[in-house]
């Protein structure tokens, strides 16, 4: 059983021993790692333990296969693919790949990526699921070749977010078409602009002069949950949907994210002008936000929450702090990006989520820089904040107000001196609220100019990735210090022997992956992690196959493979339903790039992206 109280302190003990045991690491890379492997306490738990009593499940081998494999005892059903209709009288799913705009504003989106489960009853929940992008090979039969002004506007209705009611039917979870709530939000929805930067003269364009209504949202990446029943999705690579078919150069703001006058590869500057970056330059600045939305109420408003700054967010994790402020940790999944970290300014209130909703309108963005003690594989970091007239960020330095700084919030990271990163993915909060993981992915730019070795990104040309995990100090997240470490170096130990792209020691030929994206925590302190990697099977990554998704314990270190996915996927998204025994995984763009994928329907249909469920057999509780 779990007992919060011992694992405290045992997960306490174990960071603090870490902390003082590990020892700098000296001499060449290769022998510094070594000593670092042979020292590395997780490994000495491992191998001094008892297999953990958190992971009660057998390990899977990996897989090349087009399934989704799941432990002995365990089974794998799709819920929901790309396509399917969410609302009564909504078109099947027509894999010709000719249904238009009006049918895909009806279905589920393309691109599962993030999301969460809202309880409504024990047999009633309403899922609120991100998509992320779309793929054109797949969305249309001439494959994105000869677009029309309805093909961008069923491109634009493939992604954002869905929202739709489940129900319990003879033990098994169903999607019901006829919920009250089902929804669905595209690049095309009214949404509002809150916060520092709602209305700034940076928001406006032609068609919204006061710079406070934003159409849409796109690039859906991960999510987050709130105490107070809203949904917060997070807009990664926005840029990817902007272009110009015109000559014109774009500022270094724009650069700085991606934009670029170049035709994109999406083409809806083509037949929507917003998208055009030339003739409607602000457009781009209000994308890139995190979105609080209301699940249970489908004519409600989407909030941009500017106070959270803007870059490509990966997920929003959000803890309430000991004393009431609202936390969210933010990753900007970038090479050379940082993590970000959001304080409410006003405190949660019991019961009272009228005022809880206006929480993220407020507060404090800061961005993490860590220690950089020569070879030393953990340390201590502080979170600087990012408010204007503070730490240079002042008009001498080019910001000119709060705004400037939310909006351009990663040349105000740089402003300050944060720490370049392996690509921050999702963050995840321990159930004991005093851990906090994040997964680095990968960095074949570490190491080049402005991204040295070191810290917590201790590889050059890292394309294996690490996580990342810290402790606020006095276990306070408005702390502005923290200590840290990493809790696994992912590498092969098939290929590489005695440096750190072996991994650290809790990686071993039986649970190797790469690239570690996806993660969360369920109610009993499993770490759940799923990759969004290179699935070639060779050369470096010889031997891991399919992307996949692991189950880690956060306090003994031990890693066990739990699913693989099939052919060209990603695995990403996760959720629970409230009883712990059905966990809703997203199978992302199975068959990406013409990969030879007929997930999940087998035969010659089209590969979709789909959300499973995973269940037991015996119908208990998952991992447990
Ligand atoms: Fe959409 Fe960084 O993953
Ligand atoms: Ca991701
Ligand atoms: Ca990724
Ligand atoms: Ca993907």
New binding site residues.
């Given amino acids: 059983m779990w007992k919060r109280d011992e694992q405290d302190s045992q997960l306490t003990k174990m960071i603090e021993a870490r902390l003082s045991r590990r020892h700098f690491l000296t001499g060449t890379a290769a022998a510094g790692a070594g000593a670092f492997l042979a020292l590395n306490p997780v490994a000495k738990a491992v191998a001094a333990s008892p297999q953990s009593s958190l992971l009660n499940f057998e390990a899977v081998s990996v897989s090349t296969a087009d399934t989704v494999v799941v432990p002995k005892g365990y089974k794998a059903t799709p819920l929901m693919s790309w396509g399917d209709p969410i609302f009564p009288g909504a078109p099947e799913f027509d894999q010709s790949g000719k249904q238009d705009s009006r049918a895909q504003e009806r279905q589920f989106g393309d691109n599962t990526d993030g999301m969460s489960f809202f309880a409504i009853s024990e047999d009633r929940g309403v899922l609120a699921i991100n998509n992320e992008y779309t793929n054109y090979e797949y969305l249309f039969d001439h494959k994105g070749s000869s677009m029309t002004a309805d093909d961008v506007r069923k491109a634009q209705a493939a992604v954002g977010v869905t929202i739709v009611e489940v129900v319990r039917k003879n033990g098994q979870w169903v999607i019901d078409k006829s919920g009250k709530r089902n929804r669905r939000i595209t690049a095309n929805t009214p949404m509002m602009l809150t916060g520092p930067a709602a209305g700034h003269a940076l928001m406006k364009t032609k068609a919204d002069p006061a710079g406070i209504k934003p159409l849409g949202t796109f690039n859906n990446?991960a999510n987050g949950q709130t105490p107070w029943g809203t949904y917060l999705t997070c807009e990664e690579n926005f840029d990817d949907f902007f272009g110009s078919d015109e000559k014109g150069e774009v500022n270094a703001d724009q650069a700085r994210y991606g934009i670029s006058a170049s035709a994109s590869d999406y083409k809806w500057h083509q037949h929507d002008e917003r998208f055009d970056v030339l003739k409607n330059p602000n457009e781009a600045n209000r994308f890139g936000w995190i979105v609080e939305i209301d699940p249970n109420d489908p004519q409600s408003t989407p909030m941009k929450r500017t106070a959270l700054g803007r870059f490509k967010h990966?997920n929003s994790a959000l803890t309430l702090n000991k004393d009431g402020h609202a936390v969210v940790y933010l990753g900007d999944?970038e090479r050379g990006e940082h993590l970000y970290k959001f304080v409410s300014k006003q405190r949660y209130q019991q019961g009272n989520d009228a005022a809880n909703r206006k929480l993220l309108e407020e507060g404090t963005l800061y961005v993490a820089r860590f220690d950089m003690n020569g070879d030393q594989l953990k340390g201590q970091g502080q979170w600087i904040e990012l408010t204007f007239g503070k730490h240079g960020l002042t008009p001498e330095n080019g910001f000119n107000d709060q705004a400037e700084v939310l909006i351009f919030a990663r040349r105000a990271a740089t402003q300050v001196g944060a720490t370049t990163m392996d690509?921050p993915?999702w963050v995840a909060v321990h159930p004991d609220n005093k851990h906090v993981f994040c997964t680095l992915?990968?960095n074949k730019n570490r190491g080049k100019e402005g991204q040295p070795v070191g810290g917590p990104n201790p590889r050059a040309k890292n394309h294996y990735g690490q996580i990342v995990r810290w402790m606020p100090l006095n276990g306070d997240h408005t702390s502005e210090g923290f200590v840290w470490d990493l809790y696994l170096i992912a590498g092969n130990p098939s290929v590489h022997n005695g440096d750190l792209y072996a991994g650290s020691d809790n990686i071993n030929t039986g649970n190797m992956f790469n690239?570690p994206?996806?993660i969360g925590f369920d109610s009993a302190g499993r770490l759940w992690i799923q990759t969004?990697?290179n699935y070639s099977n060779k050369g470096d990554f010889a031997g891991q196959g399919n992307n996949q998704m692991l189950c880690g314990d956060p306090m003994t270190g031990e890693v066990r493979r739990f699913l693989t996915g099939p052919i060209a996927c990603?695995i990403?998204g996760l959720a629970f339903s409230p009883d712990n025994k059905t966990m809703f995984v997203g199978v992302q763009h199975p068959g990406e790039e013409g990969a030879p994928s007929h997930f999940p329907y087998g035969g010659n249909t089209k590969p979709r992206s789909t959300i499973m469920m995973i269940t037991r057999e015996d119908g208990g509780v998952i991992g447990a």
């Fill in positions: 990446c990966e999944d690509r993915e992915t990968n690239s994206d996806g969004d990697g990603e990403t």
